[in-house]
């Protein structure tokens, strides 16, 4: 299966670029897997360069996970790391990922100096 990269979920969830869009759409037609660090990158930029509220990225990453084209890794991860997201969107979506990564491999608790993300089941507090 073919992977892809931020921009191209960029484009599929802002559609800002009728060309683009096409050729993404043309891209993942087939099939295209996306990693965590894509996600995570796609969110920062929807988050900083576009301006999107947490609700609304939240609503792209569902978007994304329920495509028919995408194969989001870890899926239930991604929906784990969602759930924390929605209750808590101060905390960013890429520190709700890295908590069910951890989680999933086995690797609890998970230090942080983040004072919201430490209060999570499954992380600790420095």
Known sequence: MRAVDTNILVRLVTRDDPEQV??????????????????????????SVYGIDA????????????HTS????DPEVVDA???HFRRKPSLGFSDCLILESARK??????GTF???????DGAHGL
């Open 114 to 120: 983040d004072r919201v993300l430490g209060k999570l």
């Open 105 to 110: 491999t086995g690797h609890l608790p998970l």
């Open 81 to 83: 790391a969602l759930l």
């Open 22 to 47: 096409i050729a993404a759409e043309s891209f993942i037609a087939k099939g295209a897997w996306v990693s965590h660090l894509v996600l995570a990158e796609t969110l920062r930029v929807l988050e």
């Open 55 to 66: 609700r609304r990225r939240a609503i792209a990453v569902e978007m994304l996970r329920h």
């Open 70 to 73: 995408l194969t989001l890794q």
